[in-house]
Each structure stands twice: as structure tokens, then as C-alpha cells.
């Protein structure tokens, strides 16, 4: 049997605060070309998860500690779907090809992922064109705009 217990996701919050990305994992899946991958993400206010897709899976996302918005958009980045694990929603599901983002609500958060594997790293493709890359400024405003953004909105930062 595997387990995550409390003082599991204590420590992942702290390396996760300790890490320059804002972000850890721990996987339950045994490697990586596992075909469930299944993994608990600390996630610090800070991280940036740039709007992204998965071509060839879904993504199922539940909160173990902390809120996160999570946002779902259409190809030009208006948003079709928005959610707050852990404040109004426990649960979501991601579609396939959903063109998604998550923001981390409070510090010590903790959310559990399940998706189809196995993992393929990102490529530029993957990522929303309208979206800035970690390394630009412009991400930060990105992410204050995802706290508040609403079903209808387009994030005003980029046309």
C-alpha cells in the first residue's frame, strides 16, 4: 500500500518553498513511463503554471491542502471554465486538448494530479501562444489577472 500521510506533504511544502520554481512533486506512479501518472505538486503562491495543454490526455486535479483557481480556456484565451478547488469545487477534470492553467491560493498548498502517462515533457507547443513564458516579466500580471479572471474574460495583457 502507498500512502501520502500529513507529514509527507509538510515536507513537500517546504522543499517546494525552498525550490526557485515555487513547486515539488511526489509520485505514487513507480516511473515515468508509467501509463497513470499520479503525483501529489506543492505549490506555492509563486509558481507559475503557464496556460498549457495535453494533447493526448485528461487531467484530473483535487486539492489534499490549500485553495487553487483552476482555468480552463478556448484557443484565443478566453476563459470557459473556472473553478476553486478547496473553496467551491473539490474535483475537476480536465479534458483532453484543454488548454488549462492552476494558481496555488495559499502557502502549504498541496494538490494531487492524475493524468494518462507516460510523462512527455513540454514542448513550446504545448504552451498557449497568448501566454508569456516564465522568464518574461509579463507572467507576473498573468498571474494576479488568473485570481480574479471570470468565465467570458480574455487576460488583457496580450491581444
Given at each position: 500500500?502507498?500512502?501520502?500521510?500529513?507529514?509527507?506533504?509538510?515536507?513537500?511544502?517546504?522543499?517546494?518553498?525552498?525550490?526557485?520554481?515555487?513547486?515539488?512533486?511526489?509520485?505514487?506512479?513507480?516511473?515515468?513511463?508509467?501509463?497513470?501518472?499520479?503525483?501529489?505538486?506543492?505549490?506555492?503562491?509563486?509558481?507559475?503554471?503557464?496556460?498549457?495543454?495535453?494533447?493526448?490526455?485528461?487531467?484530473?486535479?483535487?486539492?489534499?491542502?490549500?485553495?487553487?483557481?483552476?482555468?480552463?480556456?478556448?484557443?484565443?484565451?478566453?476563459?470557459?471554465?473556472?473553478?476553486?478547488?478547496?473553496?467551491?469545487?473539490?474535483?475537476?477534470?480536465?479534458?483532453?486538448?484543454?488548454?488549462?492553467?492552476?494558481?496555488?491560493?495559499?502557502?502549504?498548498?498541496?494538490?494531487?494530479?492524475?493524468?494518462?502517462?507516460?510523462?512527455?515533457?513540454?514542448?513550446?507547443?504545448?504552451?498557449?501562444?497568448w501566454s508569456p513564458a516564465a522568464e518574461e516579466d509579463a507572467h507576473g500580471g498573468l498571474m494576479r489577472w488568473f485570481?480574479?479572471?471570470?468565465?467570458?474574460?480574455?487576460?488583457?495583457?496580450?491581444?
Amino acid at each position: 500500500m502507498k500512502t501520502i500521510a500529513y507529514d509527507d506533504l509538510a515536507t513537500l511544502s517546504a522543499e517546494a518553498r525552498r525550490s526557485p520554481r515555487q513547486r515539488m512533486n511526489l509520485n505514487l506512479h513507480a516511473d515515468l513511463a508509467d501509463p497513470v501518472q499520479r503525483l501529489a505538486i506543492a505549490m506555492e503562491p509563486g509558481t507559475y503554471i503557464r496556460p498549457h495543454h495535453h494533447g493526448q490526455t485528461w487531467e484530473v486535479l483535487t486539492p489534499l491542502r490549500g485553495r487553487f483557481v483552476v482555468l480552463i480556456f478556448d484557443d484565443s484565451g478566453v476563459v470557459v471554465g473556472r473553478a476553486v478547488l478547496g473553496e467551491d469545487a473539490c474535483v475537476v477534470e480536465i479534458p483532453v486538448g484543454g488548454w488549462h492553467a492552476v494558481l496555488s491560493l495559499d502557502a502549504g498548498g498541496v494538490i494531487f494530479e492524475v493524468k494518462c502517462g507516460p510523462y512527455a515533457p513540454f514542448k513550446e507547443e504545448d504552451f498557449a501562444s497568448w501566454s508569456p513564458a516564465a522568464e518574461e516579466d509579463a507572467h507576473g500580471g498573468l498571474m494576479r489577472w488568473f485570481r480574479t479572471a471570470a468565465v467570458g474574460e480574455r487576460w488583457p495583457g496580450r491581444a
